[in-house]
């Protein structure tokens, strides 16, 4: 027996098995023909906690949503290192409500039952039923962060040149397949050898019973007999048990297998579809560009539309089915304006867009509030004449290059944007640095709030300036160039509208930049934003994460809010489009009095105007005081309300309110686009010279950036290999610190991070939220021309 067993010896789980042989007799004895169903659920069991999509967690938490509604209940779901919640768990099959990415967020615990979630500026402040239950989210939490964050250091950077998924995922299941494959031999071969050498023993045995013995022997002869018939059907019993293991996981790979075939089939057909709609859209690009004069004619035509017409043929969005949305306004009910006349017995009823559209008559009431800022805004410093810098007023035009799109796009699909390598050809001149800056160029808006004495007037001043930051977006579809680490931008404007700005990208996976602002004019801006992007296949999201914080010098108002979703559209074929949608709560954290905007996603079979945005200004006592109308790429009013009143219910059941208005104020309107605006990728006159360069700015300034510089002046070849250069350079430079990191952590050293050089992470004392803030440095650095600390990136 000994020599028998010999060729089992590598499977030590087998011989455990069959050590424990009299201890399974007693059970198998009464029950012969039972099936090793016990053990076969346990491992199946086992199996289950193993697999990845086996760790999900779901339940009801009550999650902060804003100062009018508090604490609301929602469902949550925790899943592959994503939380995400939802109104109600039917909406898990339509809607997701928002999600974090755990691999990014720090968890942390207030009180008894409270948890405060914080990743890439974005805080969600939820509360549990008990602490028990605090206790049990906390746990899985800080599980599938870990999760995450392995599955997240696993990655390449390029994700371009990761293999597909489906590839990876056929493979190890194949793997898998062919490891109990391989076992099962193994046990059948023990399996044979035990039957053979048991029929042996008991032959040997039964030769020994027929010898004329003492009985005493006899009888301890038949107890090893029935222990060797136990030990046979004991093996018996563990080779049914994992040959039901095996057909299990082998029906469950078949459908694996079937719905892989599927999935590839239809990528297949997609692909195929696409290509040939691009092949379609290059040619009739071409057709276009042979009929010069009709290309006029159609842009003398768009031009008189001032884009508030689109295209008749534009696909409908699917944006609401994979658009994220948040609980800022959601229940907010629809409301009518009727504006009242200066005669209170003449009232003329009309909704919101037809005071929109009305005259801008100055209101001489002495209730109006706006007449003192007028007579202020006369008489201010800021209106004083001065020199300013003449500043360029164009750039080169833009080449005409033809690029094949889907062969670039079809393999980004649900992939992050900033992990994407891209040519120039889809950028602007621009880095992100100084899109973020370009918020400023209606900064007046700012320098008339902080001379207002009423905080609800001043906060409709800013509610305008919000919504401006917009205004260029509509024309603007392409990309700006991903900041380097450590990359800044300066915007130095003091002498001639009184403020500096100064841009730096902190971070680099997630990206995030940090934005500071300082105007002599009564305020500072500040913002850290972390954009996340994701490509649907027909449009692209763009997420903007992260609060932005104003504070008004004399008054001590400090005000709160965060950016909308922005989404392209026609990504692959038709003329690229920008929307906006989503809410705005802007929120003065002194007052608390608050200011709701909506932008209105474009529908086709809307009767609304296009990028219509609506908003009410409530004070502390959550009455409303002024309603705001206009358009994110036009112009924006407000109207005094004198008189609410509630109105006819919706088909949905929610009351209307009606408000009695002023004659409408226009608060901001919209610069027009230069000459010849569309051959320098549509930039407004600031942007224009936001990439002219200036003498003394730091060497890690934007405008220095040279596959930036090399686009702008039309070399696009030259600037794609540039770009790959600075691009592998910074590769190159993180591996550096990794391996610097694993270093220090083998010889017991404390590794320092990456640190920005003008920014610092502290935590917000108005919001307790961790943020970038400015530490100050860079202007006594640069007036001192002193850039010695300043890395080495382009």
């Not at 082998?250 to 590839?264: G, N, V």
């Not at 290309?295 to 699917?318: F, H, M, Q, Y």
């Not at 219910?649 to 009606?658: A, D, M, P």
């Not at 006594?780 to 890395?791: F, L, N, R, S």
């Amino acid at each position: 027996m000994g020599k028998a067993a010999a060729p089992c010896s590598g499977s030590g789980g087998i011989l455990s098995v069959l050590s424990a042989v009299p201890c399974l007799s007693c059970k198998l004895q009464p029950h012969k023909n039972r099936r090793m169903s016990d053990p076969l659920k346990s491992t199946v069991a086992a199996l289950a906690t193993a697999v990845p999509g086996y760790d999900t967690y779901k339940g009801w938490l009550f999650k902060w949503t804003n100062y009018l509604k508090g604490y609301q209940r929602r469902w949550f779901v925790l899943s592959n290192g994503l939380l995400s919640y939802y109104r109600t768990k039917a909406e898990m099959a339509h809607t997701c409500r928002g999600t974090i990415n755990l691999a990014t967020a720090h968890i942390d615990t207030e009180d008894s039952c409270n948890i405060v979630l914080t990743s890439g500026g974005r805080t969600y402040h939820l509360k549990a039923s008990s602490e028990v239950e605090r206790q049990r989210w906390v746990t899985g939490l800080e599980l599938a962060k870990a999760k995450a964050i392995r599955m997240m250091h696993d990655q390449s950077d390029d994700s371009g040149d990761e293999d597909p998924s489906s590839q990876s995922d056929k493979t190890k299941l194949h793997s898998t397949l062919k490891i109990l494959s391989s076992k099962l031999d193994d046990l059948n071969t023990c399996n044979d050898l035990i039957s053979k050498h048991g029929a042996a023993l008991q032959r040997s045995l039964s030769e020994l019973e027929n010898l004329r013995i003492p009985s005493e022997s006899g009888e301890k002869i038949k107890a090893v007999n029935e222990r060797a018939t136990l030990f046979r059907i004991t093996s018996n019993a563990m080779i049914n048990a994992c040959r039901d293991f095996l057909e299990l996981a082998e029906t469950t790979s078949r459908k694996w297998q079937r719905a892989l075939q599927y999935e590839q089939e239809q990528r297949i057909r997609l692909e195929e579809t696409i290509e040939q709609l691009a092949k379609q859209h290059n040619s009739l690009e071409q057709a276009c560009r042979e009929a010069p004069v009709l290309s006029s004619n159609l842009v003398t035509i768009s031009t008189l539309a001032k884009g508030g017409v689109r295209p008749l043929k534009v696909e409908t969005s699917d944006e609401d089915e994979e658009t994220e949305y948040f609980d800022a306004m959601e229940d907010t009910p629809a409301f009518i304006t009727v504006t009242r006349d200066h005669n209170p017995s003449r009232i003329s009823e009309g909704n919101l867009n037809e005071a929109g559209r009305s005259c801008h008559i100055d209101w001489k009431l002495d209730a109006h509030v706006f007449d003192g800022t007028q007579a202020k805004e006369n008489n201010t410093p800021g209106k004083e004449v001065m020199q300013k810098k003449k500043r360029r007023t164009r750039i080169p035009d833009k080449p005409n290059y033809s690029l094949n799109l889907w062969s670039i796009m079809k393999n980004c699909i649900g992939k992050e944007l900033s992990k994407i390598p891209m040519p120039v050809n889809f950028n602007e001149p621009l880095s992100m640095l100084q899109r973020l800056t370009e918020d400023l160029e209606y900064h007046e808006l700012l320098d008339k709030a902080a001379k207002c004495e009423s905080s609800l007037e001043q906060i409709c001043y800013i509610a305008a300036f919000s919504v401006s930051s917009y205004s260029t977006t509509v024309h603007r579809t392409a990309k700006p160039f991903n900041p380097l680490l450590g990359e800044t931008y300066e915007l130095d404007r003091f002498e001639e509208y009184g403020y500096r700005s100064l841009c730096e990208q902190v971070s680099h996976h997630p990206p995030a930049a940090a934005h500071h602002v300082y105007s002599r004019r009564g305020w500072t801006l500040w913002q850290e934003i972390t954009i996340a992007s994701k490509f649907r296949g027909k449009y692209l999201s763009i997420m903007p994460l992260g609060a932005i914080h104003l504070l008004f010098h004399s008054s001590g108002n400090h005000y709160v809010w965060r950016k909308v979703t922005s989404t392209v559209h026609n990504i692959i074929v038709g003329k690229l489009w920008i929307d906006q949608s989503g809410d705005i709560d802007l929120v003065n954290l002194k007052t608390k009095e608050t200011c709701q905007l909506k932008f209105t996603p474009y529908s086709y079979f809307s009767r609304d105007i296009p990028r219509k945005v609506t908003g009410v200004v409530t004070d502390c006592d959550n009455k409303a005081q002024y309603i705001l109308s206009g358009t994110w790429d036009e112009k924006m009013e407000c109207a005094k309300i004198m008189q609410s009143s509630c109105g006819n219910s919706t088909s949905e059941g929610k009351q209307k309110t009606v408000y009695q208005t002023l004659p409408p104020k226009l608060l901001w309107k919209k610069y027009p686009l230069l000459e010849n605006a569309e051959n320098m990728y549509c930039f407004s006159e600031l942007a224009l010279t936001l990439n002219e360069f200036e003498e003394g700015v730091a060497p890690t300034d934007s405008r220095l950036r040279p596959d930036q510089r090399l686009m702008e002046n039309g070399l696009w070849d030259e600037a794609n290999v540039e770009k790959q250069r600075l691009e592998e350079k910074q590769r190159s430079v993180r591996r550096r610190r990794e391996a610097e990191s694993a270093e220090a952590l083998n010889g017991g050293r404390v590794y320092e991070n990456y640190q920005p050089l003008w920014f610092e992470k502290k935590v917000d004392s108005a919001t307790g939220e961790m943020t970038y803030m400015y530490k100050g440095g860079y202007w006594e650095a640069k007036e001192k021309q002193d850039w010695k600390i300043c890395p080495d990136i382009f």
